[in-house]
T-cell receptor
Framework: SAVISQKPSRDICQRGTSLTIQCQVD?????MFWYRQQPGQSLTLIAT?????????ESGFVIDKFPISRPNLTFSTLTVSNMSPEDSSIYLC???????????FGPGTRLLVL | AQSVSQHNHHVILSEAASLELGCNYS??????LFWYVQYPGQHLQLLLK??????LVKGIKGFEAEFIKSKFSFNLRKPSVQWSDTAEYFC???????????????FGRGTQLTVWP
């Protein structure tokens, strides 16, 4: 299994600003992902965080808006840039351990943009 | 892209009632299937998963799910629910036969289960 932590757990931000969310896994993992869960909706995959290369974004998500870093096998960051109220959501990090195929999720970062 | 449908958005049951939550997906290839649960104030946890083999899989806390390939379904069941099962349940699908999409999960909208004591 993998234990995933995220920082911050929640934040309130002003529109036009940016927020960087950190994701830390307690063991080396093969793959890391970032999801968004908007109010009343399901989880939507934003991107796959690739170690040592650019993230792979899903349709509707772009690097300029959601830059992602993954400097090593246990850590990733997601930045929500130039925020608007529509970015208010829960952002979740997930990872697949080297030893399996099951995806584990972090506790999420609850973001409110005013 | 795959899509996942959970037909019941909110289910209310009394303790000891039986539960079945529906999940259908749209993808013609080989799939991995998951049910995740999110208890109030907690993060997503894996309830059970299907990769291959016996289409009836058993998970934690007495839950089970049956993969019916012909119906593109993976319904979750529990014979007798408890108050502590109150949570939101998410069905998720991953395309198993595409290496480039390994790990990319597509989620249903979730079903909120409320169990009255």
């Amino acid at each position: 299994s993998a234990v995933i932590s995220q920082k911050p757990s929640r934040d309130i931000c002003q529109r036009g600003t940016s927020l960087t969310i950190q994701c830390q896994v307690d063991s080396q993992v093969t793959m890391m992902f970032w999801y968004r869960q908007q109010p009343g909706q399901s989880l939507t995959l934003i991107a796959t965080a690739n170690q040592g290369s650019e993230a792979t974004y899903e349709s509707g998500f772009v690097i300029d808006k959601f830059p992602i870093s993954r400097p090593n096998l246990t850590f990733s960051t997601l930045t929500v840039s130039n925020m608007s109220p529509e970015d208010s959501s829960i952002y979740l990090c997930s990872a697949i351990p080297r030893t399996g195929e099951t995806q584990y999720f972090g506790p999420g970062t609850r973001l409110l943009v005013l | 892209a795959q899509s996942v449908s959970q037909h019941n958005h909110h289910v209310i049951l009394s303790e000891a009632a039986s539960l079945e939550l529906g999940c259908n997906y749209s993808y013609g290839g080989t799939v991995n299937l998951f049910w995740y649960v999110q208890y109030p104030g907690q993060h997503l946890q894996l309830l059970l998963k299907y990769f291959s083999g016996d289409p009836l899989v058993k998970g934690i806390k007495g839950f089970e799910a049956e993969f019916i390939k012909s119906k593109f379904s993976f319904n979750l069941r529990k014979p007798s629910v408890q108050w502590s099962d109150t949570a939101e349940y998410f069905c998720a699908v991953n395309a198993a036969d595409r290496g480039s999409t390994l790990g990319r999960l597509y989620f249903g909208r979730g079903t909120q289960l409320t169990v009255w004591p």
